[in-house]
Structure formats: C-alpha cells, structure tokens
C-alpha cells in the first residue's frame, strides 16, 4: 500500500541509511532487498563543494530510489544550513535530513541549534526532516518552525538499543497526528521496528542496524518484514493488555458471569 | 625469443609485479625483458606522490574482518604467508616484522570489542586459532586501561617506504627490467601497445597494468576511497606491535617504525578528495591516539598525509585478462598485503600466457 512522504507517494515505511555497509555491492543489494524508496546520503565528510563523494553517490543512481541528503557530522546550524544548501544542488532535491550535533560522542541532537537551523531552511523552501529527541516540546517547535515530518530517535545513533522511552514516543504520536513521524536511530532488532511502527508511527530510519549485521542483505530483509508486520498490526489495532489472564474461550460449565 | 613485457605504474603493485615477474621468469628460463612505466618513476622524489608511501604497512587480515569480509581473511591469509619469503627474495628481512596485532577498546566502548569477536568468530567459522594470549609486555603497558584486549598471533607489519626504497634499488639493479620516469596516457589492452604522454607508442607482447586510480577511464565502477594517515615521533612510548584501537565510529591503528615512530591511520572516507588532511580527522586520529597511551601527548607530528585508495563496488580486487593485457587494480585498503600475492598470480598467469602464445579473446578474471 502506498503512502504520502512530504510531495511524493511512496510505498516503504523503511529509509535505509547508506553508510557503513562492507561495500557499496552489498548496500545496493541491501537497499533492493529492504525495498526502501528513501536512501540517506550523507556529504559532510566527503568535500561536497568538490563533488568528492561524486562516485559513490553515482551507485545509487540506477537503484530508483529517492536520495535524503543528511547533514551528518554538523555541529552548528549554520554548518548545516550550508550543508543543506551544498545538498540541495549537488542532489538536486529540497529534502534534507537534518542533524545538528549537540555532542560528538554520542551525537546527541542540539535541540536548541536544530530548531534554528529548522526554522531558516523551512523558510528557504526546504523539505526539513528533523532528527531530534522524543522531547514533545522540541518537536512541537519543530513543527512550528514549518517542518511536516518530525524524526525522533528510539535510542542513541548506533546503540541498538531500541525504544527506551516507549512512553515518550506514545505521547508524541498522539499529540502530533497531523505530522509524519519516522522513528530515526536507535533500532537494533526488526522487533524494535516492529514495535514503533505498532505504536502507529508512519515509518522507521535504519542504517547500522543493517550495514553493521554480519549479514546486512538478510538483515534489510527481516527489517522490511518487520516494519511491515508493525504497521499491519497497528492498522488491524492491537489489543490492549490487561491486567489478569482472559480465556478467550468459555470454560465449560461456568458461565462468565460466575468467573470472578 | 625475448619477451617484451610492459608494466604500467610503479606503485607497490607496479614495482612487486615487475620484480616476481622477472624471478619467475628466471626460474622458468623464459627470457624477458620488463618495462616500468610511471610518470613519477620509481626513485626517492617519488615516494611523495606514490599513494603506496602513505600505507601505514599493516599485513593483518584478521583485523580487518572488522571491516572486510571472509575473502579477505582467506586472500590475505596466504597473501600474509608470502611476506617472508618475499622480503628474503628482496634480500631485506628486516623489513618485515611478526610481531602481531592487540585490538583494544576502551571499557565504555567494550561491545566494539565483542562485536569484533564475534564477526571473527563467524568468518573462521569458529577457528579461532589466530588469537593468542596478550604478550607479558602488553599486559603490562596495557595494566588498568586495556584488560580485555584480544591479540593476533600471526599478524605483521612492513616499513613501507623502506620496502618501496628497496624495490627500487633492487630494479635499478636487475639487467632486464628498464625503469622509465613517464606517464602513460592510455593503453591498448588488445594490442598492448602504450601510449606515452608525449604521444610516442611503443608496442609489447604483453601488458601488466598496475595504474589504480590512474586506470579509471577504463573502469568505470572504479572509485577512490580516502585514506587519512598521521606519522608521529614518541620518544616516550614504546610499543614493538600494532594496535587496533575499536570505537563506535573510527577504528584506529598504530603501526610501530623504528626509532620511535608511529604510523596512525586511517580514516574510510567515500571520497576522492586528495586534498590535505581535515582538521577534524586530524582531530579523530590523534584524540584516539592520545587516548591509547598518554605518553602520545608529547610526540611530534612527522606528516599527515591524505590519499585514494582504488577500490570496485564490491570491494575485492580484480585481476582480469584481455587482449594481451592482464590489469590489477581495486586493492583498495589491502594493497601492501595483498600485493605479493597479485603479482605471483599475474606473474604466473603471463608465464603460462607466453608458453601457450595465447591472446585473450574475452576478459576473464582471475581469482587471488
């Protein structure tokens, strides 16, 4: 089934990162595997006003894939801000996945810098994917700031850890139903994927996860199961837990309203 | 009959196949006569602009399995077992050392370690005999900051400008091999005929062309992948091994030289940018240097060099045959280890070529 991302109908609720992976083969055959139509590129590191990444930026050309610029490795929103500008003509596209570093060990988002950098390249006509915390207020700022997908992350980029504040992301999702959310870094396991998408979030964010499996191209593929079983799950409506088993059948002799 | 033979770039792939070449061929009593092309030629001013020089000289296949995959354990593991009897043949063991290699993390970063582990573990399919107990002397320079190191047995390093010094000296030396100082502007790979950068041609019975990234005209799915690499003097350290240092982004190593001196490197960036060093990986490179041993903190910085690695999508090298041509090229972050190796197998192949007079009709590749 397709769905609605920002100006485009795509069909994968999974964008695939495209670092890391042991060789540029094994990301391609891992994107075709995932299915993802979204692939994230970053450029920072590769001196884009020289076009140095030119030649493996060129493998993702013939995948038909739609390229999210990121701005990896940005410390400051002005660095991202340009970096967003260097990707807008190097990828000739307005999206831009934007990440502004607060801490450079565990490249935790800026919030502040980032609904600044936000605010200006939603201004100047950019399609802004933020990646930022589960902070409600944060994100709420976002979206003022003129950005229509908010990116939070489940865990830290490349922890692995999956969903640590599963509340957190629950108050997101339904304070913010107009926005697309896309849980952003922090998956390890297809089961964390599942997770957040069950939980009615519109879509998920990998890159080590899968470049990083001893096996990335099968692993691509158990991510897209996953993700796709979450949203299924959510659409069909998961059942609530409660607090005391329930037979789903009656036992024999002893109508329900005698089982207290 | 003499044949003609044109090797086309003098890199490390460029100067070992004109050197086994010209071994095999002794042995085999084939008479030859070995060309080497390079437009920087092959003596000392051209080790500052030889991509080889910035190698740091790691022959460790097990490590990189951090990074690669089981073909290069398997390639390089028989690439490694070459290495002595090739800087014999050099006539220069001391170039060599097996001194192995300790992979290290710090204890915030343990899991890098077990990831390491466990992906060795998978590409030995649980053999895990090329891991041994850490040297005494190790444990000790190690004591209260790197206790679960692992530590490679069988891994080796080489002083790369030394060994390009020597393959020098050793072709100047050889009767039959003539070093020229030219750049090649194309080749004919049907008809092995090279085309000089003054537009003189000269035909062959055969080519062997080494050019890396120099070849990228006739291999499309070539690219450069760049390489960030920080020589220091540390008089105040001494570590006679190498040393992998694992961390959720960078993966540092330390190469010991003589006399107190460290090869770092190097950082993996999808980019053929050969311009000078960034200060943020200048940055990366020397706070994880700084944090293996703090008697780094005084060390002088010698260089900081930048280059591009060769490398095809799939990120394994490839020896093909076509024409009367035979190319290597793609070594990628595995030129210096795997380069004995790539020359004893184009080496042989043109020996067999040459006794069957064959041509090749169609490219074929040619497994490590």
Known sequence: MTWQLADKTISSRMLLGSSLYPSPDIMREAIVKSESDVVTVSLRRHNPALQGGASFWSYLNDLSVHVLPNTAGCMSAKEAIVTAQMARELFNTRWIKLEVIGNDYTLQPDPIALVEAAKELCSQGFEVFPYCT?????????????????????APIGSGRGPVNLEGLMLLRERLKEVTL????????????AKVMELGFDGVLLNTAVAQAHDPIKMASAFAKAVDAGREAYIAGVMRPRDHASASTPEVGKPFWHQE | MTVKVGVIGAGICGRSVALMLRHIAAVSHTRMRISLFDGQGVGPHALMNCPSAVAAGMLAPYSEASVSHKWLIEAGSRALALW?????????PSLLSQSGTAVVAHPQDKRELHDFSDRLMQVEEGDMSCLAPLPQSLTSQFAGRFNDALFLHEEAHVNVPDLLTIMADRISDAANIDSHCMAVQSIDQELAVVTLGNGERITFDYLIDCRGLGAKSDHPDLRGVRGEVLTVHAPEVNYEHMIRLMHPRYCLYLVPRPDNVYV?????????DKGPVTVRSALELLSALYSID????????????????????????????FGRTITINGLYRHGILLSPLAAQVASRTLLHAIDERAVWHKESRIPL
Request: proline share 8%.
């Open chain 2, 264 to 272: 770092l490197g190097a950082t993996m960036l999808e980019s053929e």
């Open chain 2, 84 to 92: 002595p009897s090739w800087v014999e043949q050099l006539d220069r």
């Open chain 2, 294 to 321: 703090k008697g780094f903190s005084e060390a002088c910085v010698l260089s900081m060099r930048a280059e591009c690695r060769p490398a095809f999508p799939d990120n394994q090298p490839r020896i093909a045959t």
């Open chain 1, 182 to 193: 896309i849980v952003d870094a922090g998956l390890g396991a297809p089961s964390h994927a």
């Open chain 1, 134 to 154: 589960e902070d409600l207020v944060i994100a709420e700022h976002l979206v003022h700031a003129g950005c229509r997908i908010v990116m939070p992350w489940a």
